[in-house]
């Protein structure tokens, strides 16, 4: 085994169980993260993103079914794992920033109370020695009068510092791995930046690994290593960023990466015809088929082994299947 290598997911099949059937979103994802190595998901709302990354702690809905797929963290199977070995790799190995800040903080109780109660729980520390540890976090996610932020409820916070806070706890201790899902989707545009600049800064700083999940390409160009793209359940390119964005393969990524009118883009599935597909019923063959200008009937049939292309640089398209 790579001694480098934090997480890998392999063969990754996910779907849910609803009232109308069972969904079978994610179709065979895979994912590795280097130790401290910078990763991007893209791919449109819808494609499974967020269904991988909660796969990932465990931490799926009720109805979410893993049905196939290994997950690896240092080598041990996640999803192998006991519950208490679960709660020391939340506590203390990898965490979650998620969309939206305001439901990932309990509202009955004060910042510091919930600082104190992960921090707690993690170390073995005296109250003061905890205190001190968590107005550091909030002192490193730049919250202005941290004492004050400590005494607060959520709701007497904005919503950009409610993601501070959030990025102060996932930050707490000596995190390896930080997975942020669209961090700062759910905030205002005048603050959107601020947030992203702190997080990639302490991401930097910490040389911790990081899955960035966006859908501001630019942002995301401009902050990982590699990046992955996720079209309907599938991982169909990935490489390092560079190569991926100047020489898109596939149709897909192509379209997408079009999209981007500047650095600062947010919205880019416009310029794609049709939409996601049904998850109850998904296109055989290649998911992307019925809205690729490329279609053979080959994609059609068999999803297409992934080739390299160049240096790292894979994509699963049989547009360039040597034949
Ligand atoms: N709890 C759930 N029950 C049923 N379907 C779900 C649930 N959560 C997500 N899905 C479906 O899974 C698909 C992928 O969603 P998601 O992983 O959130 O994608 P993304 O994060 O890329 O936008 C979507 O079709 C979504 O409706
Ligand atoms: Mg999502």
């Known amino acids: 085994m790579d001694k480098d290598i934090l997480l890998e997911v392999k063969n990754l099949h996910v779907g849910y169980k609803t009232h109308i059937g069972i969904s079978h979103v994610l179709k065979g994802v895979h994912l590795t993260v280097h130790k401290g190595e910078r990763i991007g998901v893209i791919g449109e709302s819808g494609s499974g993103k967020t269904t991988t990354m909660k796969s990932i702690l465990r931490i799926l809905p009720s109805n979410g079914m893993i049905k196939e797929g290994e997950i690896f963290y240092q080598g041990e199977n996640i999803l192998e794992m006991k519950y208490e070995e679960l709660l020391e790799l939340r506590r203390k190995k990898i965490s979650m920033i998620f969309q939206d800040p305001t439901s990932a903080l309990n509202p009955l109780f004060k910042i510091g109370q919930l600082m104190l109660d992960i921090i707690k729980h993690s170390y073995n520390l005296e109250e ?74 302490l991401v930097r700083e910490r040389n911790v690994g990081w899955i960035f999940v966006s859908q501001a390409l630019g942002a995301v160009r401009e902050n990982v290593d590699r990046v992955y793209v996720m079209y309907a359940g599938n991982i169909i390119e990935w490489g390092p960023t560079e190569k991926v964005f100047s020489n898109p393969m596939h149709p897909y990524t192509q379209k997408l990466l079009e999209c981007v009118p500047k650095l600062t883009g947010t919205e880019f ?54 034949r």
């Open 128 to 201: 003061s020695e905890a205190k001190e540890m968590a107005l550091k976090a909030l002192r490193d996610a730049a919250l202005p009068d941290p004492e004050r932020v400590f005494d607060s409820y959520p709701f007497q916070l904005s919503g950009g510092m409610r993601q501070r806070v959030c990025i102060a706890l996932a930050l707490i201790g000596d995190r390896e791995l930080i997975i942020a899902d669209e961090p700062t989707t759910n905030l205002d545009v005048t603050i959107k930046a601020q947030v992203l600049n702190l997080l990639t800064k």
């Open 269 to 322: 599935s416009k310029g794609i015809r049709g939409r996601i597909p049904n998850y109850f019923n998904p296109p055989s063959g290649c998911r992307f088929h019925p809205r690729c200008d490329f279609v053979m009937d080959e994609c059609k049939k068999t999803f297409p082994e992934p080739v390299e292309v160049e240096t790292g640089h894979f994509v699963a398209c049989n547009l360039y299947r040597r």
